[in-house]
């Protein structure tokens, strides 16, 4: 039993690490997967929820999602845009919803001087991807 604990935690410390490459996020920027859970009242679907922390200034590469993402500002002021619509600036307490497939051109911390925390919720397949860099 004790060998067992032992093995576990750095294999639970691998499979994050591997997931988390998964997301192509700028390498500074810290992405933290809270949750990764299969639905079972909703067949071949898995909900996901990470929590994503700007330094000041920092900004996500332009990606997509093959799934349904909503976000929600926990902290700070994001700038946000999806291909089609123009930047929006939402502050601790606000939130977005982005249909499959969405392409995000900007995802930044809004401040020059101070951190943002983003919490986001995604639906997707088990074989479908989180995010997908934009090649423009």
């Not at 071949?44 to 349904?68: C, F, N, W």
């Not at 074989?127 to 090649?135: A, G, M, Q, T, Y």
Request: aromatic letters at 6%.
């Amino acid at each position: 039993m004790q060998a067992m604990r032992f093995c576990a935690a750095p294999l639970a410390v691998l499979a994050l690490t591997v997931s988390a490459a998964a997301f192509a996020h700028d390498p500074s920027e810290k992405v933290t997967i809270l949750q990764d859970e299969v639905l079972k009242n909703v067949p071949g679907k898995k909900a996901l929820m990470i929590e994503v922390d700007y330094e000041p200034r920092q900004s996500s590469i332009a990606h997509k999602h093959e799934g349904t993402a909503m976000a929600y500002v926990i902290s700070g002021s994001i700038v946000s845009q999806v291909k089609g619509e123009q930047p929006k600036t939402y502050k601790t307490g606000e939130y977005w919803y982005e249909p499959a497939g969405s392409e995000h051109l900007v995802s930044k911390n809004a401040s020059a001087t101070k951190p943002a925390k983003l919490l986001v919720f995604m639906v997707l397949s088990p074989d479908e991807k989180v995010l997908i860099p934009l090649e423009n």
